[in-house]
């Protein structure tokens, strides 16, 4: 039961153009968001997060934008570099009591000249 | 900056052997996770722990163990290695409510 979803496994975008990546959850019961982005043999690392009491967060060219009710979330990045071609995950958990996140399978971006 | 160390970027095992995977950090977070990441299925939790000698079972423990004797290190062991395990495995670390921070990843080969 896959409970956050990644419906597009790669996204092809010019560079200087937006990237849109898309995540859909099926728990109501997630309150935070995160993604992650994830360059071959190495670990992903932490790009940006949402609290589900707001509905955009933007830090520099990457915002996120949460749709608590449609249960989705996507990030923006504008404007794409090639340097941001990487596999994107999104990522979310509930309550305050634990840690563990669930993540989705994953947007492959690649930003071409 | 955190640092969460894998011990091996790359190891390959013989079926049926046991397999130690290690992972230390160095910034005293009480929660460490294993995941496995495989195409098109994403980072799969295996399993985690919120402190020394406590541990919980993930999404797919099936044929692994873990130990975490001290805080700063946490391994991860397949007990009879199986081709199906082939895998990258990813360890992180957190504290709060900050999402985590990662290893570089082990990618095991199991011929």
């Known amino acids: 039961d896959q409970q956050v979803k990644q419906n597009s496994p790669s996204l092809s975008v010019q560079e200087g153009r937006i990237s849109i990546l898309n995540c859909d959850y099926t728990?109501?019961?997630?309150?935070?968001f995160l993604w992650y982005k994830k360059y071959p043999a190495e670990g992903p690392t932490f790009l940006i997060s949402?609290?589900?009491?707001?509905d955009k967060n933007e830090d520099g060219r990457f915002t996120v934008f949460l749709n608590k009710s449609a249960k989705h979330l996507s990030l923006h990045i504008v404007p794409s570099q090639p340097g941001d071609s990487a596999v994107y995950f999104c990522?979310?958990?509930?309550?305050?009591?634990?840690?563990?996140?669930?993540f989705g399978t994953g947007t492959r971006l690649q930003v071409f000249p | 900056d955190v640092k969460v160390t894998q011990s091996s970027r790359y190891l390959v095992k013989r079926t049926g052997e046991k397999v130690f995977l290690e992972c230390v950090q160095d910034?005293?977070?009480?929660?460490m996770f294993w995941y496995r990441q495989d195409p098109g299925l994403g980072l799969r939790l295996i399993y985690f722990s919120y402190d020394v000698k406590m541990k919980e079972k993930g999404d797919i423990p099936e044929g692994y163990s873990v130990s975490r004797e001290k805080k700063e290190r946490f391994s991860l062991i397949l007990e009879s290695a199986s081709t199906n395990q082939t895998s990258m495995y990813l360890c992180?670390?957190?504290?709060?409510?900050?999402?985590?921070?990662f290893g570089s990843g082990t990618r095991l080969t199991v011929v």
């Open positions: 728990n109501s019961m997630f309150d935070y």
């Open positions: 992180a670390t957190s504290r709060g409510n900050y999402g985590y921070t």
């Open positions: 990522a979310a958990k509930s309550g305050a009591t634990t840690d563990k996140l669930i």
């Open positions: 949402i609290s589900s009491i707001k």
């Open positions: 910034m005293d977070h009480e929660n």
